[in-house]
């Protein structure tokens, strides 16, 4: 498996190479908007990233406060959102559990493919450091605000297979009173060739000996989105 860490810090534009690949049916937006009305709302986007999220919602949302670990990856994501015309946004180098903002800041906390990092990079403890993280969120929240975590449910699969090291997270967020819902959110590669880079890039040669010969133009990936109201 390819060092995460390495490829934020260091590979942020073949990172995004990749996530522009993903949700080529375009359901990830309808089924966030299914859960919070983004209208003259202000949105923090935790784990921006390269501002996967964050160029959704900037064009419907009040404010965008985009924050990431990884300044490459918001130096993408600023520039993404400069050049699709969005004035409603800051990015700024941040940990999830320690964000420099006022209490009651938003109205939508939302993170992308980057809470579980939480748990991954923690391992013995990942429960105190999730713990923080949703902590942290509730503190930034207004009164009736929302929060949205969104993770892989499997990768190459057409229905969810979640992946062990995640399992327990996703049960702690269901204790916790998360709803979840999944949907399908597919790569489309321009080719075969390309599928074959960006997939070793970032899932390494087992995902590739996983799917074998049967790796075409479409990868499926199943997401899930967990939510609940402060």
């Given at each position: ?184 959110t597919d790569y489309q590669f321009q080719d075969r060739e390309e599928a074959l880079e960006l997939v070793q890039f970032f899932f390494g040669e087992e995902m590739l000996d996983k799917i074998g010969d049967e790796l075409g133009p479409v990868l499926p990936e199943c997401t899930g989105i967990w939510w609940k109201k402060k």
């Open positions: 498996m390819p060092n995460h860490r390495k490829v934020y810090k260091q590979e942020a534009q073949n990172y995004q190479r990749l996530v522009a690949r993903e949700d080529y049916q375009e359901n990830l937006l309808p089924a966030i908007l299914e859960i919070a009305d983004l209208d003259h709302q202000d949105v923090i986007d935790l784990g921006s990233g390269t501002g996967r999220l964050a160029c959704l919602l900037a064009p419907i949302a009040r404010s965008v406060f985009a924050f990431d670990l990884f300044p490459q990856m918001l130096g993408v994501a600023a520039s993404r959102l400069k050049d699709q015309g969005s004035g409603n946004y800051l990015a700024a180098a941040s940990d999830h559990r320690h964000v420099p903002l006022d209490a009651r800041s938003a109205d939508l906390v939302i993170s992308g493919w980057s809470f579980c990092y939480l748990v991954v990079w923690e391992e013995q403890n990942w429960e105190t450091s999730l713990e923080a993280g949703l902590q942290e969120i509730d503190r930034l929240l207004r009164d009736d605000g929302k929060i949205i975590i969104i993770e892989t449910l499997g990768t190459g699969v057409t229905s969810p297979e979640p992946p062990e090291k995640l399992q327990e997270y996703f049960q702690y967020l269901e204790r916790a009173g998360f709803q979840r819902v999944w949907l399908r």
